[in-house]
């Protein structure tokens, strides 16, 4: 089944289509900016009650402080937890905003932050702000940002290593509830096949139990727990 990334804002949605490319290519994700951390909540909870999608919902921290931000996850968390169980969602925050990921690749750090006392400042508390003056001063769009970079060391990030063991999780869930359904469907079959009466005549005798001649259809074959 598809994974969706909720995230806030089209460059958040233009860095991670980038660097989760090949999951997005074989299907197994989907990235969609919402505009805004309310709409992203929204969007969140609708993907998980209605569609029934598994989803992860990425948002700023819009701080720095641990506790602060332990206690955002945790609200994200509870509002999510209304619409679905947990084990279908996963609630990430960038610390301090999602831009600090534009700033971990090599390439674009080397590129945006100078030696200047204010840029490195900027970087580690105002990642945003670097950027988007960066951007306005070079006349710039984000897709044409990425071009060229190497965006491979993102996926080492932890953050990113979380996504991406979501993403096989979820899809290890779904290939076991589909190897349950085939199974139960061939056990359905194969009973149908040995219940069904014969069209021939058969000679008088004694009734025939086939419940007793057919023990193996008293129960569904066992399979893994999902």
């Known amino acids: 089944m598809m994974t969706y990334i909720v995230v806030e804002g089209v460059s958040d949605e233009i860095l991670l289509s980038q660097v989760l490319a090949n999951e997005i290519h074989q ?10 951390e309310s709409s992203a909540i929204s ?7 209605i569609k029934e999608f598994p989803v992860i919902l990425w948002v700023d921290a819009d701080s720095y402080d641990d506790s602060t931000i332990t206690s955002k996850r945790g609200e994200l ?3 999510l937890s209304q619409a679905a169980d947990e084990s279908r969602y996963l ?16 390439d674009l750090r080397a590129e945006i932050v100078t030696n200047n006392q204010n840029d490195e400042a900027e970087a580690k ?10 951007m306005r001063k070079k006349n710039i769009s984000a897709k044409a940002l990425l071009r060229g970079k190497d965006l491979e060391p993102l996926r080492e990030n932890e953050d990113f290593k979380k996504v991406l063991a979501f993403v096989k999780n979820q899809a290890s869930i779904i290939g076991h509830v589909h ?31 086939f419940a007793a001649a057919t023990p193996a259809c008293a129960r569904p074959p066992s399979t893994p727990q999902v």
């Open 91 to 106: 609630v990430l925050l960038a610390k301090p905003t999602f831009e600090k990921y534009w700033l971990e690749v090599p």
């Open 27 to 36: 299907d197994a994700l989907k990235v969609r900016a919402a505009g805004g």
């Open 125 to 134: 508390y105002e990642p945003a702000l670097l950027l988007q003056k960066f």
């Open 77 to 79: 968390a509870y509002l």
């Open 43 to 49: 969007k969140a909870r609708t993907l998980l009650a």
């Open 179 to 209: 190897s349950k359904a085939g199974a139960l469907s061939s056990f359905n079959a194969h009973c149908s096949s040995l219940t069904k009466p014969s069209r021939t005549s058969t000679p008088p005798g004694p009734a025939i139990s």
